[in-house]
């Protein structure tokens, strides 16, 4: 079994209470409340922004071109394309994707970005990757999910 094999088998049962989350399941069926969609919107433009700003200390720690190019990508990749889906989350919402860029950081928010902020403070590019990998990774498995 590959490492990360391993750790989507270990992580299962955190991944099975994501995708039983209200607002993973709203997402799949499409039935969701305007103000959840707009609270994800604004939580997650904030978030990003970290992710962002903490790709660009792992460019900082990285030791060859290949790797700053795998992360500069990652950063294009956030700014020009998850645009898109807050975008359609937007229209779904009926609201102007500039009001929900200046939210408040909710508790959950903030603590995610902590942690990204201290693995970029404290840790090296590998704590980096680790503090930043569980989000598109269980996007990817909720995105799995839903295809399936
Ligand atoms: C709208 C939206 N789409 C995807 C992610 C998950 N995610 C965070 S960063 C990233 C790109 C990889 O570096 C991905 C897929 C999110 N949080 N918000």
Not at 45 to 58: C, G, M, S, T
Not at 101 to 124: C, F, I, K, S, V
Not at 136 to 142: A, D, G, Q, R
Request: aromatic share 12%.
């Amino acid at each position: 079994m590959k490492f990360s094999e391993e750790l989507v088998a270990a992580g299962q049962p955190i991944l099975h209470e994501i995708y039983q989350h209200p607002f993973v399941e709203g997402i799949g069926n499409g039935d969701l409340p305007k103000e959840a969609l707009t609270f994800y919107v604004g939580q997650d433009y904030n978030y990003l922004n970290a992710f962002i700003k903490v790709y660009a200390d792992a460019i900082q720690k990285s030791q060859t071109r290949a790797d700053m190019a795998i992360f500069a990508k990652q950063i294009d990749f956030i700014l020009n394309s998850e645009i898109h889906p807050h975008h359609n989350f937007c229209n779904v919402a009926g609201v102007k994707y500039e009001t929900l860029q200046h939210e408040p950081q909710a508790p959950g928010t903030y603590l995610y970005n902590e942690h990204m902020y201290r693995a970029a403070r404290t840790g090296d590019l590998i704590d980096i990757v680790a503090a930043m990998t569980p989000c598109p990774w269980t996007y990817l498995e909720i995105a799995n999910r839903f295809v399936k």
